[in-house]
């Protein structure tokens, strides 16, 4: 149980198109998804905290224009990369947590590899 | 701000050896511990954790991790490295676990190779 799945897992796209990436917990519900982004050798920096049906919370620094987060339902979350550049380059994991657990544990994605060239 | 230290990027160790991951994280409260793990191409797996009580934590895959409260650590063990342990390790911490906050902070990361 507890699976979180990420689409694409790689993606290539040219400097100035806008990329958009899924997360989905697979058997669970789940109220609030995470996403961050992990630069080589350097460890995960949460961008943005998502909670269904409202506005996601961006951490400091975070262009929440550029990095767009829709959490339409409980399974689904979305990060739309607009006009990326390539310093927008990196790669990008979610993590759900389960509602129904008593310790919001978070479950991760397989992460999703983004190339702009 | 909070902050965690994984000292060193890499550690290697020989097959059937103790493996020692070390983590050191500031924190003006009691936090909430955690170690994953993550495999090439995958998403992270969740170690063990520590939230309160025992303070010697038991993980999945024979591994353990102590929080020391005194020296601010939270150490990763084996006492048998295996080829499967092969991986990345990212310690991590809830600064303020018990304050309802649920942001995990990370450490740097330190890749493990484990020769035959």
């Known amino acids: 149980g507890a699976v979180v799945s990420q689409h694409p897992s790689r993606v290539i796209c040219k400097s100035g198109t806008s990329v958009k990436i899924e997360c989905r917990s697979l058997?669970?519900?789940?109220?609030?998804m995470f996403w961050y982004r992990q630069f080589p050798k350097q460890s995960l920096m949460l961008m943005a905290t998502?909670?269904?049906?409202?506005?996601?919370?961006?951490e400091q620094g975070v262009e929440k224009d550029k990095f767009l987060i829709n959490h339409a339902s409980l399974t689904l979350s979305t990060l739309t990369v607009t006009s990326a550049h390539p310093e927008d380059s990196s790669f990008y994991i979610c993590?759900?947590?389960?509602?129904?657990?008593?310790?919001?544990?978070?479950?991760f994605g397989p992460g999703t590899r983004l190339t702009v060239l | 701000a909070q902050s965690v230290t994984q000292l060193g990027s890499h550690v290697s160790v020989s097959e059937g050896a103790l493996v020692l991951l070390r983590c050191n994280y500031s924190s003006s409260v009691p936090p909430y511990l955690f170690w994953y793990v993550q495999y090439p191409n995958q998403g992270l797996q969740l170690l063990l954790k520590?939230?309160?009580?025992?303070?010697l934590v038991k993980g999945i895959n024979g591994f353990e991790a102590e929080f020391k409260k005194s020296e601010t650590s939270f150490h990763l063990t084996k006492p048998s490295a295996h080829m499967s342990d092969a991986a990345e390790y990212f310690c991590a911490v809830i600064p303020d676990g018990q304050g309802g906050s649920e942001k995990l902070v990370f450490g740097k990361g330190t890749k493990l190779t484990v020769n035959p």
């Open positions: 993590s759900a947590q389960d509602r129904l657990q008593i310790w919001d544990e978070q479950f």
């Open positions: 998502s909670n269904e049906g409202s506005k996601a919370t961006y």
């Open positions: 058997d669970f519900q789940a109220t609030t």
């Open positions: 520590y939230t309160t009580g025992a303070t």
